[in-house]
C-alpha cells in the first residue's frame, strides 16, 4: 500500500532545510569540540614548553655559576701550585720582617749580633708509611729530603747566663724550631772578654 502524502511542497522544503540545519549544527558543535581539545592539547604543550624553557634558564643560571666557581678554583689552584713551588724550593714563605721583629723582641740589650743568615737548605726527615702505619706495631720510615729556611745567627754575650738565656727564649719562641749551638768560646769584643757564639734553627713551615 502506497502512503499518499497530502503536505504541500513548501513544507518538503522546510523539512528538508530543517534537517540540513540540525545535520550543519551538529557538524558545527563537532568542529567546535575538537577545536576546543585540540586548543586545550596546544595550551598543555604551551605550558610544558614555558616550564622547559624556565628549567633551561635555570640549569643555564648553574653552568655559568658553575664556570664562575671553576674560574674561581682555577685562579686558587694557581695559587697553590705557587705556594707549592715556593715551599718545595724554599722551604717557608718566610717573610724576613717577621724574623727580624722576632729576633728584635727576644734580644736582650746585653747581647750583639755581629750576623745573620736566611738559607734554603735540604733536610732529611722521617716519615712513617701509610701501610706500616696501619698494619705494624713498629711503623717502617723512610727518609724525605725537604727545603727548610735555616737562620744562623753569630754574636757576642758577656756571660754564659746570657748566651743560655737567649738560646732558651729563641727556642721558646713561635717562629723557630730546632735551634742548635754551633759553638761558643771566649773572644775579646772591644776590649771586654766575652762569649762569641754561633747556633742555627729552622724557621717553622
Same mark, same amino acid.
Given at each position: @500500500?502506497?502512503?499518499?502524502?497530502? +503536505? ?16 550543519? @549544527?551538529?557538524? @558545527? ?36 655559576? $658553575? ?13 697553590? +701550585? ?17 724574623? +727580624? ?15 745573620? $743568615? ?88
Amino acid at each position: @500500500m502506497k502512503t499518499i502524502d497530502y +503536505l504541500p511542497e513548501r513544507i518538503h522544503q522546510r523539512r528538508i532545510q530543517r534537517h540540513n540545519l540540525l545535520r550543519q @549544527m551538529v557538524l @558545527m558543535i563537532v568542529s567546535m569540540v575538537i577545536l576546543l581539545a585540540l586548543s586545550y592539547t596546544r595550551q598543555g604543550q604551551i605550558r610544558q614548553a614555558k616550564a622547559d624553557f624556565k628549567n633551561l634558564d635555570v640549569q643555564v643560571d648553574n653552568v655559568r655559576k $658553575q664556570l664562575g666557581v671553576r674560574s674561581e678554583l682555577e685562579t686558587q689552584q694557581a695559587d697553590l +701550585l705557587i705556594k707549592k713551588r715556593i715551599d718545595e724550593d724554599l722551604g717557608s714563605r718566610v717573610n724576613v720582617l717577621d724574623v +727580624l721583629s722576632e729576633i728584635e723582641r727576644i734580644l736582650a740589650k746585653s747581647i750583639f749580633l755581629s750576623n745573620m $743568615q736566611l738559607e734554603a737548605v735540604d733536610v732529611a726527615v722521617q716519615v712513617s708509611t701509610p701501610e706500616s702505619e696501619k698494619r705494624a706495631k713498629k711503623p717502617k720510615t723512610k727518609e724525605v729530603i725537604v727545603k727548610r729556611i735555616k737562620l744562623t745567627i753569630t754574636g757576642y754575650a758577656p756571660t754564659d747566663v746570657d748566651l743560655a738565656n737567649f738560646i732558651a727564649q729563641l727556642s721558646a719562641g713561635p717562629l723557630f724550631e730546632d735551634v742548635n749551638m754551633v759553638y761558643a768560646r771566649n773572644q775579646d769584643f772591644q776590649g771586654i772578654l766575652a762569649r762569641e757564639f754561633q747556633a742555627y734553627c729552622y724557621v717553622v713551615r
